[in-house]
């Protein structure tokens, strides 16, 4: 089954993306995991961020089963992970990185392995 992202919390994502720049946007997103529908975006407090990297306080994340995606931006506008990104990965299930200039299709898609994956939207 492919993933899929309601067009809403993309908008919303490249938003950010935009609003950070020139620094890192990261947060977790929430999905169903029977649909695989990627239906918000989850703040971490005491996250921060700087124009190459961003620390997410993961001991601060809910305990929620549906809390398996993550999402950071590239301000350098590419949208290939660093080996940092991939190590994170391997615990998420779906991972999106937003890159420069954070356009409607500025963003890759990834699974735990780090394997490009297609995304599709949906309302
Ligand atoms: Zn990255």
Redesign the pocket.
């Known amino acids: 089954m492919s993933w899929k992202i309601k067009k809403n919390v993309l908008d919303s994502i490249l938003a950010f993306s935009k609003s950070f720049y020139p620094n890192e946007f990261s947060a977790l997103l929430f999905c169903d995991l029977d649909t695989h529908v990627i239906k918000d975006i989850y703040f971490l407090p005491g996250t921060y961020s700087n124009d190459h990297s961003a620390y997410l306080r993961l001991d601060l994340a809910p305990m929620s089963l549906s809390l398996v995606g993550s999402i950071?931006s590239?301000p350098t506008g590419k949208g290939k992970?660093?080996l940092a990104?991939l190590n994170f990965f391997s615990s998420k299930d779906i991972n999106i990185?937003t890159y420069f200039p954070f356009c409607l299709d500025c963003y890759e898609c990834y699974n735990s392995k780090g394997e490009k994956i297609s995304l599709e939207i949906v309302d």
């Open positions: 950071h590239h992970p660093s990104d990185i």
